[in-house]
């Protein structure tokens, strides 16, 4: 419900996951509680998910439904979470807006005369709003961080080759500089927290490409030291 009022304000979502309903009662018959059990998730739109289009904002690519899951969406449901919308990008990804000719442009939801920022512009748009608690975006050259910038959020481009790239659809092309998935909401807690139930057994057996290094929160917290001023 949140969602649609933000995307009805600032056009931020393009795509509602059908299936999520379904999902949710499947969860709750499960023993296993996963790390984001029950937590809702928005998807940026190049992301793939089975049924849907990741069309990347182009006309060319409309007709492609995707028949799989993509490996980052399949590891979100196996901790829990649920995949409920994709959300707008601009033409190609190759831009620090937030528009094209199929889904129109997104606005900035704490000044409709700004921009989200881009390419995960859709994300930082719905997050801000309210109507996501914690995305998945992808950067190459700042499309999480711009877009968690613009719209006052916090987001992390992970290492290369940290969380499986795999079924994403980059199809636009092929850059120097390693493109990462990652996520974003409101603050460092809930990236951490993501982080932690993504870089789990499950991601590593569906892409032995990804070194299977767990999560390490001491190494966070000791990252993160008191600033020397507040020292006594």
Partial sequence: GEALEVTREVNCVVDFIHGCEDQLQTLKKQKEKGLLYG??????????CKGHVSSGGMVKFLGQVMEEDSVIVQVLKSQGAIPFVKTNIPQTMINYDCSNLIFGQTL??????KSPGGSSGGEGALIAGGGSILGIGSDVAGS????????GLCGLKPTGNRISPSACSDRTFVLAVTGTLGPMARDVDSLALCMKALLCQEMFRLDPTVPPIPFDEEVRLRGNPTPPFTQQ
């Fill in 108 to 113: 900035n939801p704490l000044d409709h005369q």
């Fill in 39 to 48: 937590i809702p998730v928005s998807i940026k739109d190049h992301v793939n």
């Fill in 144 to 151: 999480i961080r711009l877009p968690s910038s613009f719209c």
